[in-house]
Every structure is written in C-alpha cells, then in structure tokens.
T-cell receptor, first 113, second 118 residues
Framework: KNEVEQSPQNLTAQEGEFITINCSYS?????LHWLQQHPGGGIVSLFMLSSGKKKHGRLIATINIQEKHSSLHITASHPRDSAVYIC???????????????FGQGTILTVHP | DSGVTQTPKHLITATGQRVTLRCSPR?????VYWYQQSLDQGLQFLIQYYNGEERAKGNILERFSAQQFPDLHSELNLSSLELGDSALYFCASSVAGTSGRFYQSEQFFGPGTRLTVL
C-alpha cells in the first residue's frame, strides 16, 4: 500500500461542474502539497497546508489531520483546469526537520467544454 | 514562473554515458531537492541539499550523485546510464528558516529536464 493514496485516478467532468479529488496518507506529515502538472510536464504548486482550509480563486484545499485526509475542490470547472493533480506529503520523520515529499499517484482530470 | 531554472530542457543520450543536470534555485532559497518522474514509478524523491550540505537521501541510485555549490546552484550527475533512467528530472527549492525548518517551507518546482536514454 502506498503511503499517499489519491482517488480517483481518472476524472472526467463537464465544464461548470464541481470537482473533488481526495488524498489519504499513512505517514506522519508536517504539511501537504497539492500540485498541478500540465501536459507539457511542468509542476506548479497550488497549495501547501497543514491544517484547515485554503482558497485560491476557484480552488479550495482542505485537510483533516486526525483523519489523515485532504481534498482538493475545483468550483465551476473549466477546460483549462485539465491537468494531473498530485498530492504530496511533506514528511516529518521522528521530529527531525526533513523536507522529503512523498507523492500520490496523481489524478488525471479532463474537463470537457 | 516559479523562479527555479533547470538546464537543459531536453537531453538525449546513449546507454553507458554520463550526463549532468543543472538547477538554480529561487533567489534566497537555501534548499534544493531533486525528484525523478518516470512512467512506471511516478514522482520520487532523490536527494536534498541545504546550504551546500547533503540533508536527506531518498531512492537515489549509486550511479547518481549530486552536489550544491557555494552559489547554491545544484547539479545532478547521472552515470552509466541505462534505458530505465529515462525520465523527467525535477528540482525544487525552498527557503528554510534559520533553524532549517523544512517542514514549514513550500517547495517550488523547476520546469524539469527530460532525459531520454537510447
């Protein structure tokens, strides 16, 4: 079992739909990243959060530390949101300051017009 | 634009060869991370440097090595290349506080180097 699991692996939506991508982790973490990777390959950091909720435009990320679960929501989805979304846990090993990211397998999102 | 630069963008080479990938972190960032993204393994952490010193190691092969120079740029050296080394190699950088608090530091990714080994 992977330390960071995402669901679904593939997601197809119509423009305007509300989208949710889930991430569960089994490791101890300091924070969780949500990343976006476009077909060209570049990776963009969308959020880093360690508690609660963050919002940026149409994107919302939440995290529940007790349940070891995070979600990424996209409101009013648009074809330009089509990309791979990756959650990555910033692990904190035994209290040591440690910057390793452990990645989920990614969710391929396709939004049709 | 994250402010992290990587060169070259693409690299095509043959098995058995050696290549060097270069990364310049964002201005002010002391920490550099190297990641490999292959089709079968996904994204994996290779190694981290902080202010010139190796900080953490992940799934990095012995044929691979890295260093961070006094100007904070970093190089990843891949030798005795195999077909399976074909992948996207990303570096990321983060600013760490004076106490090296990596767990508080968001990482910013470079555009990646696509390595193809023929």
């Amino acid at each position: 079992k992977n330390e960071v699991e995402q669901s679904p692996q593939n997601l197809t939506a119509q423009e305007g739909e509300f989208i949710t991508i889930n991430c569960s982790y089994s490791v101890g973490i300091s924070a969780l990243h949500w990343l976006q990777q476009h077909p060209g390959g570049g990776i963009v950091s969308l959020f880093m959060l360690s508690s609660g909720k963050k919002k940026h435009g149409r994107l919302i990320a939440t995290i529940n530390i007790q349940e070891k679960h995070s979600s990424l929501h996209i409101t009013a989805s648009h074809p330009r949101d089509s990309a791979v979304y990756i959650c990555a846990a910033l692990t904190n090993a035994g209290g040591t300051s440690y910057g390793k990211l452990t990645f989920g397998q990614g969710t391929i999102l396709t939004v049709h017009p | 634009d994250s402010g992290v630069t990587q060169t070259p963008k693409h690299l095509i080479t043959a098995t058995g060869q050696r290549v060097t990938l270069r990364c310049s972190p964002r201005s002010g960032d002391l920490s550099v991370y190297w990641y490999q993204q292959s089709l079968d393994q996904g994204l994996q952490f290779l190694i981290q440097y902080y202010n010139g010193e190796e900080r953490a190691k992940g799934n990095i092969l012995e044929r691979f090595s890295a260093q961070q120079f006094p100007d904070l740029h970093s190089e990843l050296n891949l030798s005795s290349l195999e077909l399976g080394d074909s992948a996207l190699y990303f570096c990321a950088s983060s600013v760490a506080g004076t106490s090296g608090r990596f767990y508080q530091s968001e990482q910013f990714f470079g555009p990646g180097t696509r390595l193809t080994v023929l």
